[in-house]
C-alpha cells in the first residue's frame, strides 16, 4: 500500500508510473491528495484546539489559587466550547482517516522504473535463457496422454471427487510429486533459507497484508462462515509471520521456505491451454520468501531468480526468464520476473515460477518494520518466489524425457524417486 505523503509529494510520478501499470482509476489519486490535505488541516485544527484547551485548564486551576472565581468560570464556558470542537474534529479527522485508507487500498504497487511499457504477455521482455529445446521421436504424445499411460495421475478421478482442476496422483505420479517437493526444499535450505509448515487458512487480516485483498477476492476460496481463504500462495502466511514486527537491521535478510498446497479459483478459465496440467485448482509448492533493507532488495531479486534458474538447469529443462511489463504485472509487484519452461510436446512455453519484489508495499500493510543503526525505524522491503510449483513442472518433465522406451528421470531426481524411468 502507498503512503499519502509519498503520493502528496510525488503525485504526477505516481500518476505516471500507475499508467505503465495500465490502471485505469487514476482520479483516486487527486482523491488521496485531497482527502489527504483534509486531514491534514484537521489534524493541525484538532491538536491546535487540545493545544489551547490544556492550556485553559492549567490557568483555571491557578485562577481558582488565587480566589479569582468569576474569571475560571469564565474560562470554564471556553473549555467546554473547546471539548465540543475537539469531539466534532476528532470524529471529522476519523471518518477522514477511513477514506484515505479506503482510496489507499485500492491503489496498485506503482512498477520500479526497469519495468518495460506494454499491456500484454507478448511485450514481456526475455532476459535470460538456458538449456536446449529437445528434439522429441515423431510417437511423442502431451503430459495428459502420458499420465494416463503410465498411471500417473488420474483427471476424471478428481472430477468424481471435487471437480475439474483437482488431479489425483497416483502411483509413481504421487512419488514424482513428493521427489520434487524434498528436491526444491532441500535445495532453498542449501541456499539459507529455515523451513517453516505455515496454515493453509488465513484470515482477511492476512490476506490483506500481502495484498490478496482487496484485489482477488474471486481467485480465492472463501470459508464464509469463519471469514477464511484457502492459501493461493505460501507466501501468504508466511510473509504475515513478521505482520506488526520490528526487526533489528542486524536479523535482515529473513529468509524463509514452505511447502504447501496453493487453492486458486482460476475464474474464467477453460479451453486447450487449461488441458491436463497447464492449470489446475490444487497443486504443490515450494515458496521462498525474503525480508529485506531497501537498499539490498534488488539485488536479492536478482540472487533469487538465480535460485530458480538453477532448479530448472538441474532438472534438465529448457527455460527463459521474462520481465514483466506494466500491463501484465500483479497488483502489488514492483517488478517481477517469470520463469517459463518450454513443453516440447504442447510446443510452447509454460510460466513455472514468479520472483517479485514488492518493495514496501507488502510491508506498509503489515506494519513489518526493521530498526537501524540510528535506532530510527523504517519499512523493509518483501519478495518471494515459487522454487517451484509443481504442475506444469511435471507436465514439461514428462514431455521433454520421454524416450520410446519411457519417461527418463533427470539424475538430480533419482536420489529422491528410487527409479531412473518410468515405464
Known amino acids: 500500500m502507498l503512503q499519502a505523503g509519498?503520493?502528496?509529494?510525488?503525485?504526477?510520478?505516481?500518476?505516471?508510473a500507475l499508467r505503465k501499470k495500465r490502471f485505469k482509476e487514476l482520479h483516486l489519486v487527486d482523491a488521496v491528495v485531497e482527502i489527504d490535505s483534509l486531514r491534514r488541516k484537521l489534524k493541525h485544527h484538532l491538536d491546535t484546539t487540545l493545544a489551547e484547551s490544556?492550556?485553559?485548564?492549567r490557568e483555571v486551576?491557578?485562577?481558582f489559587k488565587e480566589g479569582k472565581k468569576a474569571e475560571a468560570e469564565q474560562l470554564k464556558t471556553r473549555a467546554a466550547e473547546l471539548k465540543e470542537t475537539s469531539k466534532n474534529l476528532n470524529d471529522e479527522l476519523t471518518q477522514a482517516e477511513l477514506q484515505l485508507h479506503e482510496h489507499l487500498v485500492l491503489l496498485p504497487n506503482p512498477p520500479h522504473a526497469s519495468v518495460p511499457e506494454g499491456g500484454s504477455p507478448e511485450q514481456n521482455e526475455k532476459v535470460a535463457e538456458g538449456g536446449s529445446i529437445p528434439t522429441l521421436f515423431p510417437e511423442a504424445v502431451p503430459h495428459w496422454d502420458l499420465m494416463e499411460r503410465y498411471r500417473l495421475a488420474d483427471l476424471a478421478l478428481g472430477v468424481k471427487i471435487t471437480g475439474a482442476g483437482f488431479p489425483v496422483y497416483t502411483a509413481r505420479g504421487a512419488k514424482l510429486q513428493r521427489a520434487l517437493i524434498q528436491f526444491f526444499l532441500d535445495e532453498a535450505l542449501k541456499a539459507g533459507y529455515e523451513e517453516v509448515i505455515p496454515p493453509y487458512l488465513v484470515n482477511e487480516e492476512t490476506a490483506f497484508g500481502t495484498g490478496q485483498l482487496p484485489d482477488k477476492e474471486a481467485q480465492m476460496y472463501e470459508m464464509k462462515m469463519d471469514k477464511y481463504y484457502l492459501i493461493p500462495t505460501a507466501e501468504v502466511p508466511v510473509t504475515n509471520i513478521f505482520r506488526d514486527v520490528i526487526l533489528d537491521e542486524k536479523e535482515l535478510p529473513v529468509k524463509r521456505a514452505a511447502y504447501s498446497p496453493c487453492f486458486r479459483r482460476e475464474a474464467g478459465s477453460y479451453g486447450k491451454d487449461v488441458r491436463g496440467l497447464n492449470r489446475v485448482h490444487q497443486f504443490d509448492k515450494v515458496e521462498i520468501v525474503q525480508i529485506q533493507h531497501p537498499e539490498k532488495s534488488y539485488q536479492t531479486l536478482e540472487e533469487m531468480a538465480k535460485h530458480v534458474q538453477g532448479l530448472l538447469t538441474q532438472l534438465e529443462l529448457p527455460w527463459r526468464m521474462m520481465k514483466l511489463c506494466g500491463g501484465d504485472m500483479?497488483?502489488?509487484s514492483a517488478l517481477t520476473y517469470d520463469m517459463e519452461v518450454y513443453s516440447a510436446a504442447q510446443e510452447k512455453w509454460l510460466e513455472v515460477?514468479?520472483?517479485?519484489n514488492f518493495e514496501t508495499f507488502q510491508s506498509n500493510r503489515m506494519k513489518l518494520r526493521?530498526?537501524?543503526?540510528?535506532?530510527?525505524?523504517?519499512l523493509a522491503h518483501t519478495l518471494n518466489g515459487s522454487a517451484l510449483?509443481?504442475?506444469?513442472?511435471v507436465a514439461a518433465l514428462l514431455e521433454n524425457h520421454q524416450t520410446?522406451?519411457?519417461?527418463r528421470i533427470p539424475k538430480v531426481l533419482q536420489p529422491y524417486t528410487g527409479f531412473e524411468i518410468i515405464n
Open 61 to 63: 486551576g491557578e485562577l
Open 330 to 332: 500483479s497488483f502489488a
Open 54 to 57: 490544556n492550556q485553559i485548564a
Open 370 to 378: 526493521f530498526r537501524g543503526k540510528d535506532n530510527k525505524t523504517q
Open 389 to 393: 510449483a509443481l504442475p506444469r513442472i
Open 353 to 356: 515460477s514468479s520472483v517479485s
Open 404 to 407: 520410446p522406451e519411457g519417461i
Open 6 to 16: 509519498y503520493i502528496a509529494e510525488n503525485k504526477e510520478a505516481v500518476i505516471t
